[in-house]
């Protein structure tokens, strides 16, 4: 595995400098990318919802590969990005790709977690992803496209390709969970349950502790949380010590940079209820299934994913830190059942010990534990 080496200049002087400028009504973008130029192509996803993409466009050369980024529900493309860190997208651009940047509709650099017309899973595979991978092959012409995908941001595109909807990438590294999303047993009850009372009195659940307020019921969680938590910042606890009240954990504690532990409230945003059911439905059947029925629009979309994966067409990296917290063994599994069932995919598991779930692409080691077990496999297939 190659070691990426990890930037000498501060952190902190990149942070002191306003976030980058982005089209109107995506939140500003913070980046230290050696650079690079950042080119941005918003787009209006089929039904409607405005969601962003970026290039990340590296000086004078447009024959590179391409590797689409995916983050998780309720983060942003902002995790790939981070000034304080090494960060994945400069990482890959001194690996020689060129990194997209997709905000799909959870993002927190977008409103529609917190207001706008409900969405499920479903319409990411549906509309958000097929759609991005298709504009961003408007722009790249026959080079190779990767994707790089983390969490719901990974489990919505194994849909996406089940559904044979993304097709002819170069290859897939999925973070955390792909097709088999199995929750970490202190998660499961609260999941199942909890969030299901909580769900007819809030429509989401802010992590930072300023909007919450001191007695409103966005504070329940945040006291809940607070039980045996180490660290004294509110946001952390929520995160690190509940994910949002299921009793899951995002990240192991000493992972990360000071700064990103300071400014948690600003890379993850409010996680919304209506998404719950889909999670549930997911996570029972130890698959990722199709929410919408009866509804001709989603007919595309397979019952199953997993029972579709033979339509999967490029060679897949599961990528899972040991100590995650949220998804398990959830990618080691998945691995086990794909190379018995589907022998004929090139599908390979990695575990990256020492970090939890969002830690391997955030973390302030991510550099040199993870990102080159990444630019290996896409060195292999470009
Ligand atoms: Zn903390």
Redesign the pocket.
């Known amino acids: 595995m190659k070691l990426l080496p990890i930037p000498s200049r501060s952190a902190r002087r990149y942070l002191a400098r306003p976030a980058l400028t982005a089209p109107n009504g995506l939140r500003p973008l913070r980046a230290d990318l050696d650079g690079a130029r950042i080119e941005h192509f918003p787009f209006r996803a089929a039904d409607g919802t405005r969601l962003g993409l970026a290039r990340v466009a590296p000086h004078g050369d447009d024959t590179r590969p391409a590797v689409l980024l995916l983050h998780g529900h309720t983060a942003s493309a902002e995790m790939f990005t981070l000034p304080e860190t090494r960060n994945l997208a400069a990482a890959l651009l001194d690996a020689g790709y060129e990194p997209w940047l997709l905000d799909w509709r959870g993002s927190c650099r977008l409103p529609y977690n917190e207001r706008g017309p409900r969405y499920s899973y479903d319409d990411v595979s549906l509309y958000d992803i097929p759609e991005a991978v298709a504009q961003v092959r408007g722009r790249i012409g026959g080079r190779p496209l990767f994707a790089v995908a983390h969490c719901i941001g990974a489990m919505t595109l194994s849909m996406s390709m089940a559904a044979g909807l993304v097709t002819g990438l170069a290859g897939v590294v999925a973070q955390g969970v792909f097709l088999t999303p199995k929750l970490y047993g202190r998660a499961r009850l609260p999941m199942h349950l909890g969030t299901e009372l909580l769900r007819g009195r809030m429509s989401h659940q802010v992590v930072d502790f300023k909007r919450a307020g001191l007695f409103s019921k966005q504070s329940l969680l945040f006291a809940l949380a607070a039980r045996g938590a180490d660290?004294p910042?509110p946001t952390?606890q929520i995160l690190?010590n509940s994910a949002w009240g299921t009793g899951a954990s995002l990240f192991v504690?000493d992972n990360l940079h000071p700064d990103t532990?300071d400014r948690l409230a600003q890379l993850f945003g409010p996680a919304p209820f209506f998404t719950v059911p889909h999670l549930r439905q997911n996570e029972l059947a130890h698959a990722v299934t199709r929410w919408n029925h009866g509804d001709r629009r989603y007919a595309a979309l397979p019952e199953n994913a997993l029972d579709h994966a033979d339509r999967i067409d490029c060679p897949v990296l599961l990528l899972s830190g040991s100590q995650n917290k949220l998804w398990a063994d959830s990618n080691k599994v998945c691995h086990e059942v794909l190379t018995s069932r589907h022998p004929q995919l090139d599908v390979r598991y990695t575990e990256i010990p020492g970090y939890g779930h969002v830690d391997p692409f955030i973390g302030r080691g991510a550099a040199l534990d993870v990102f080159g077990h990444i630019t290996d496999f896409l060195d292999t297939h470009r």
């Open positions: 660290c910042d952390c690190h504690h532990h």
